[in-house]
């Protein structure tokens, strides 16, 4: 079975950094596309970053270019967002997801709490 699991989320102030952290189960993650998404009350969820199978390939969101790193863990079976020059408007819900083409669906996680406030 399949599952992820974020961590590290928290309050900070606007202009910080935080590292988010998704640990997977059930898969050899290293295999996948691995991504985040964030989703901010009232809004729609929304894509932010992803890194391809074997992580030479990384991808962002126009937002957060420059300021988020999408990295695959040293300990492996993680996928991290280590996220700076943090603002108001990056405050979500933020979830890790991965595709499974044997499963033909994504698989997410229940997400972590980010939020930006002075």
């Avoid at 988010?20 to 729609?44: E, F, H, T, V």
């Avoid at 993680?78 to 603002?87: C, G, N, P």
């Avoid at 108001?88 to 939020?115: F, I, N």
Wanted: charged content about 20%; overall charge positive; aromatic content about 10%.
């Amino acid at each position: 079975q399949v599952q992820l699991v974020e961590s590290g989320g928290g309050l900070v102030q606007p202009g910080g950094s935080l590292k988010l952290s998704c640990r997977a189960s059930g898969i050899i993650a290293s295999n996948y596309n691995m991504g985040w998404y964030r989703q901010a009350p009232g809004k729609d969820r929304e894509w932010v970053a992803m890194s391809a199978s074997g992580g030479r390939r990384t991808e962002y969101t126009d937002s957060v270019k420059g300021r988020f790193t999408i990295s695959r863990g040293n300990r492996g079976n993680t996928v991290d967002l280590q996220m700076s020059s943090l603002k108001p408007e990056d405050t979500a819900v933020y979830y890790c997801t991965c595709y499974l083409p044997y499963t033909d669906k994504y698989h997410w996680g229940q997400g972590t709490q980010v939020t930006v406030s002075s």
